[in-house]
Antibody, heavy 125, light 112 residues
Framework: EVQLVESGGGLVQPGGSLRLSCAAS????????MNWVRQAPGRGLEWVSY????????TYADSVKGRFTVSRDNAKNSLYLQMNSLRAEDTAVYFC??????????????????WGQGTLVSVSS | QSVLTQPPSVSGAPGQRVTISCTGS?????????VHWYQQLPGTAPKLLIY???NRPSGVPDRFSGSRSGTSASLAITGLQAEDEADYYC????????????FGGGTRLTVL
């Protein structure tokens, strides 16, 4: 079955660190750019980070830049998010999502066609 | 505040038609970036509902349709069913953010 499965969430104190993982199965993981998207309790979706298929392009939301690091291991079909200096406002369900990109109207467009079930990160003392 | 603006809530009776708007700006929808829509049922992950403004992935009923015009986009749901009660999010890209993914704030659809 084509799927993404996140793991690694949990309760951590402010200032602490956590590493999330996302395991991909039944598709050519190395062909796709991947994203992390989070959702704070009762709130909407917030894009967090993107990594290209070959890890040559990496981008972050301003809210996590300098604290979070995205990486991937194509040999292990896995995506990671290293989260340092965690704050209360980082509390959220974190989803990994597969990206599909295409050209249209002179723009490069992207959408997220496959999502994991999410893993909850709680930052609290 | 989200880059894309959606109404917080909409509602409709079973069988009715509802629309959800998504308003952007000249750096995203107005710059001809395509709009995509996701459905999030309670307690579940988002699911792709519409891509490329108006295309439905396999398995999505044709009761769901999308359109884009100017700096806005819309999701229409006809023949409303109880199972459509969910949160809906629009998504595009933004040239001022290096083409990164941007979401709307989400719209809660209530089926009366």
């Amino acid at each position: 079955e084509v799927q993404l499965v996140e793991s690694g969430g949990g309760l951590v104190q402010p200032g602490g660190s956590l590493r999330l993982s996302c395991a991909a199965s039944a598709f050519t993981f190395f062909s796709y750019g991947m994203n992390w998207v989070r959702q704070a309790p009762g709130r909407g979706l917030e894009w967090v980070s993107y990594i290209s298929s070959g890890s040559t392009t990496i981008t972050y939301a301003d809210s996590v830049k300098g604290r979070f690091t995205v990486s991937r291991d194509n040999a292990k079909n896995s995506l990671y998010l290293q989260m340092n200096s965690l704050r209360a406002e980082d509390t959220a369900v974190y989803f990994c999502a597969r990206e599909v990109g295409y050209d249209s109207n002179a723009n490069y467009n992207v959408y997220l066609d496959l999502w994991g079930q999410g893993t909850l990160v709680s930052v609290s003392s | 505040q989200s880059v894309l603006t959606q109404p917080p809530s909409v509602s409709g009776a079973p069988g009715q038609r509802v629309t959800i708007s998504c308003t952007g700006s000249s750096s995203n929808i107005g710059a001809s970036y395509d709009v995509h829509w996701y459905q999030q049922l309670p307690g579940t992950a988002p699911k792709l509902l519409i891509y490329g403004n108006s295309n439905r992935p396999s398995g999505v009923p044709d009761r769901f349709s999308g359109s884009r015009s100017g700096t806005s986009a819309s999701l229409a749901i006809t023949g409303l069913q109880a199972e459509d009660e969910a949160d809906y999010y629009c998504q595009s890209s933004d040239s001022s953010l290096n083409g990164d993914v941007v979401f709307g704030g989400g719209t809660r659809l209530t089926v009366l």
